[in-house]
């Protein structure tokens, strides 16, 4: 069993756990039932009421740094797939997607402790707030658990079973997730569209290469696209 840190209302779980690294040990688990101030990727704040989960799990010195993002991804999968036969999907890089909606957002930051590289890999799980929740927060893509699937799992049996999943898969190589991730990358043999700072681009989302980028066509040929700095949505719509 991981050791849970259960707090009742705190900012952001992934900066409780980097303001706490000293005292925390890898495998920790930091969850809250309110988190106030979560942050999302690429600086996007990540709205929240009591029906989101907020997890932050401690990676101290994993094995492989690089895709610990897509790993998560898998085990948020595998997760839920245990937890209640629900298939969920990943919108590349780090989206959970079920039917067409997000339920879950994962943002990995890496912080250092003495001689330890960590990563801190923090998970905001969709699982029972109200469709009014996220039409007041403008977020029409998202959704929870509970409306998609009709039932909300219990929060501690999920942060049990994330963390479980999570654990596992991080101390796997992404070569050894590949044959697993891959087939639950929604995006591929879609139209996307590539955002950046740069503009944006239209292209196929055609592939997974073996270090974790997106492999995407267009008229000019194959190109590879990093996780980094960049959103991808569907040519027409979320994915
Ligand atoms: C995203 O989709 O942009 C990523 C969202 C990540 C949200 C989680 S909630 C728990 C942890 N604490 C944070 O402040 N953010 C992550």
Known sequence: ??????????????????????????????????????????????????????????????????????????AVCEALKELGEISAFIKWPNDIIIGSRKVCGILCESAAFGDNFC???????????????????????????LMLTGKAPERETLTEKIAERVKLRAAASFA????????????????????????????EAVDISESGFLVCRDESGTFEVSSGEVSIRGANGYF
């Open 1 to 74: 069993m991981p050791n849970i840190i259960k707090l009742d209302e705190v900012d952001s779980t992934n900066s409780y756990m980097k303001a706490h690294l000293s005292k925390l040990c890898d495998g920790d688990v930091v969850t809250a039932r309110l988190q106030t101030a979560g942050r999302g990727r690429l600086g996007h704040e990540w709205a929240a009421d009591e029906g989101m989960l907020p997890l932050s799990i401690l990676l101290k010195n994993p094995p492989e740094r690089e895709n610990i993002t897509a790993r998560v991804g898998l």
């Open 119 to 145: 990563v801190i890999v923090g998970i905001g799980v969709n699982v029972s707030q109200t469709a009014e929740f996220f039409e007041n927060a403008k977020l029409p893509n998202a959704a929870s658990l």
């Open 176 to 203: 050894e997730c590949y044959d697993e991730y891959k087939p639950r990358v929604i995006n591929l043999g879609r139209q996307v569209r590539i955002i950046s700072t740069k503009g944006e681009k239209l292209a």
